[in-house]
């Protein structure tokens, strides 16, 4: 069964640095890892989709990277700003019987302060 | 358009009630997913339509009861809850169920409806 871990659980920085959270996976035949923001109560929004035959996707400040055979990616944000404060999650999309189903990471609550 | 919508937002229900949840979306999707989520816990998966037929059920009990009446909605029935049921529901869709590596995996999620059984 898929694992996905997240670390670090918790984060809080001063605005204007630069973050990297980090997202590792059991079971290297994956899809596609995609990244996602939560604020609290609210739904997931999708930040970035990586499928498998990729390395990287970018999104203004946001880049993410993947390496599907030491399972892991990791999720850089440049110039934190107190708007980024949020729960990032990872998730894999896998194969056989598991299609459909995302396996999530349990996050990482990010606080940026000013 | 890459909206997935939800309603009621907050809904309160005693036990013995039957409600539903409700979820739409316009971007042509052909799979929907309904999760639920604990406090301070990622989503867990419930139920998977792929072209309007029940692909996935994960072992959910049957007080909760999907229904995807069209290609753009999907409907989750409540009856007799329990306390221990009171959570965030969210709703997402993608363009299908992945078979193979695409951008077309991507899954777009609602804001979720707070459910509260008392």
């Known amino acids: 069964k898929q694992e996905v871990t997240q670390i670090p659980a918790a984060l809080s920085v001063p605005e204007g640095e630069n973050l990297v959270l980090n997202c590792s996976f059991t079971?290297?035949?994956?899809?596609?890892l995609q990244w996602f923001r939560q604020d609290p109560g609210k739904g997931l929004t999708s930040l970035l989709l990586?499928?498998?035959?990729?390395r990287e996707q970018t999104s203004g400040r946001l880049n993410a990277s993947l390496d599907k055979s030491s399972g892991r990616s990791t999720l850089y944000i440049a110039a934190s700003q107190p708007g980024d404060s949020a729960t990032y999650l990872c998730?894999?999309?896998?194969?056989?019987?598991?299609?459909?189903?995302?396996?999530f990471g349990r996050g990482t609550q990010l606080t940026v302060w000013p | 358009d890459t909206e997935v919508t939800q309603t009621p937002k907050h809904l309160v229900m005693g036990m013995t009630n039957k409600k539903s949840l409700k979820c739409e979306q316009h971007?042509?999707?052909?799979?929907m997913y309904w999760y639920k989520q604990k406090a301070k816990k990622p989503p867990e998966l419930m139920f998977v339509?792929?072209?309007?037929?029940?692909?996935i059920n994960e072992s959910v009990p049957s007080r909760f009861s999907p229904e995807c009446p069209n290609s753009s909605l999907l409907n989750l029935h409540l009856h007799a809850l329990q306390p221990e049921d009171s959570a965030l529901y969210l709703c997402?869709?993608?363009?299908?169920?992945?078979?193979?590596?695409?951008?077309?995996?991507?899954?777009?999620f609602g804001p979720g409806t707070r459910l509260t059984v008392l």
């Open positions: 990586i499928q498998s035959s990729q």
């Open positions: 079971d290297s035949a994956i899809y596609n």
């Open positions: 339509y792929s072209y309007e037929k029940l692909s």
């Open positions: 997402a869709s993608s363009q299908t169920i992945p078979t193979t590596s695409g951008a077309y995996n991507e899954q777009f």
């Open positions: 998730a894999v999309s896998g194969r056989g019987s598991t299609l459909g189903r995302l396996y």
């Open positions: 971007m042509g999707h052909r799979a």
